[in-house]
């Protein structure tokens, strides 16, 4: 697929309806496989909700930034703001929450450009830790993930249902620092 023009936007209230049914057609393409129905159907109902993208949108502790091509959402990233964890040091840690690309949209580059993006997003918040927990079980992601120097710094269980899952936690190996 040729690649079209991207846009990266901040998301906006009017957005959260399409960003739901991005959100949990981009994760139901990521991990149905995977995981069992019920699962995946008690996961979405509980995060991904029309309701839920737009208080997320709305709070003032996270980001969430939309990419489009040609007027139509192909991918998106939340990050949250000041996100402690276990297994990360460092000031104003930024998680990278969600990272999702339509799966029309591998390969033509959005998710590169997207992740340039967060770096900036994480050094204007004055970052010092970027992080993220990926599903020990993706390997398209890791290594997508390890392209961009994020290194295993530790693990965290991820709830899916009544699954529990390991989550490895990726911190970037150069981290931003304010300019």
């Not at 496989?33 to 309701?51: F, G, I, L, V």
Request: charge should be neutral; proline fraction near 3%.
């Amino acid at each position: 697929m040729k690649a079209a023009a991207i846009r990266i936007r901040r998301a906006e209230e009017s957005d959260a309806l399409a960003l739901s049914v991005l959100a949990e057609g981009t994760f139901r393409a990521a991990f149905a496989e995977s995981n069992t129905a019920a699962d995946m159907q008690r996961h979405c109902a509980a995060n991904y909700s029309q309701a839920l993208q737009l208080a997320e949108i709305r709070a003032s502790e996270r980001e969430t930034w939309l990419a489009e091509a040609d007027d139509t959402l192909v991918a998106y990233v939340q990050l949250r703001l000041n996100a402690a964890s276990p297994a990360i040091s460092g000031e104003r840690p930024v998680e990278i929450q969600r990272f999702y690309v339509d799966t029309a949209h591998h390969g033509t580059g959005v998710a590169h450009q997207l992740m340039a993006h967060v770096l900036v997003r994480a050094q204007a918040a004055g970052s010092a830790a970027l992080w993220l927990g990926v599903w020990e079980r993706n390997p398209r992601a890791l290594a997508f993930y390890r392209k961009w120097r994020f290194e295993v710094v530790g693990e965290h269980t991820f709830k899916l249902g009544d699954d529990h899952q390991r989550d490895l936690v990726m911190r970037r190996g150069e981290t931003p620092r304010p300019a």
